[in-house]
């Protein structure tokens, strides 16, 4: 009987402490996926201010994270640099568009490399440029502290990890 009576109180607030996460998780959902968005519409809008339709959002951000690496495809979606399924499209595009040099790599020649042209700098750079601006102005304008960003940080990060064990562990 006394065990019964400790399990009974455990067993309901677990339940309602999973009635109180829930909304709060898929709220965190739906705000990760809103930022994403919302950030490619900030780059987009940098763009259109100069003029620059030669290229869209997702491949400024692409060519904003490859940087002064040296890459392959496919270490652009395991470092996390694009968040797309049509990477290999977007790679050929701007290879096309003259904002990446590839090449066969000497080691492996199935493996194509990728780095930034001039003009693949040129767009890194506008969007570096934009960045910067927002980290001088966010703290004022958007009223998010130092402490408030490392916290949310901290967060992300563990919620990273929770996903990531989720695939490796198949939990």
């Known amino acids: 009987m006394n065990t019964a009576a400790k399990i009974a109180p455990d067993a309901t607030s677990r339940s309602s ?6 909304p709060v998780y898929l709220e965190c959902l739906t705000m990760v996926e809103r930022l994403h968005r919302r ?3 900030v780059i987009k809008d940098e763009f ?3 003029t620059r339709s030669d290229i869209n959002s997702v491949q400024a951000l692409l ?4 940087g002064d690496k040296e890459l392959t495809a496919g270490e652009l979606r395991t470092r996390g640099y694009y968040l797309g399924s049509n990477v290999s499209y977007n790679v ?3 290879v096309e568009l003259g904002f990446l040099h590839h090449a066969r790599s000497r080691i492996d020649r199935r ?3 990728i780095s930034l042209t001039e003009k693949g700098k040129e767009v890194h750079d506008i969007v570096a440029a934009l960045y910067e601006k927002h980290v001088m102005t966010v703290e004022q304008i ?3 502290s130092l402490e408030e960003f490392q916290a949310l940080n901290v967060s ?7 996903w990531t064990d989720q695939i490796k562990y198949r939990l």
């Open 142 to 144: 958007g009223g998010i």
């Open 156 to 162: 992300l990060a563990r919620l990273e990890r929770f």
């Open 92 to 94: 050929k595009k701007l």
């Open 17 to 22: 402490r999973v009635k109180d996460v829930r």
């Open 48 to 50: 259109d201010r100069k």
């Open 111 to 113: 493996s194509v490399r």
């Open 63 to 66: 060519l904003y994270n490859i």
């Open 39 to 41: 950030l490619l519409d």
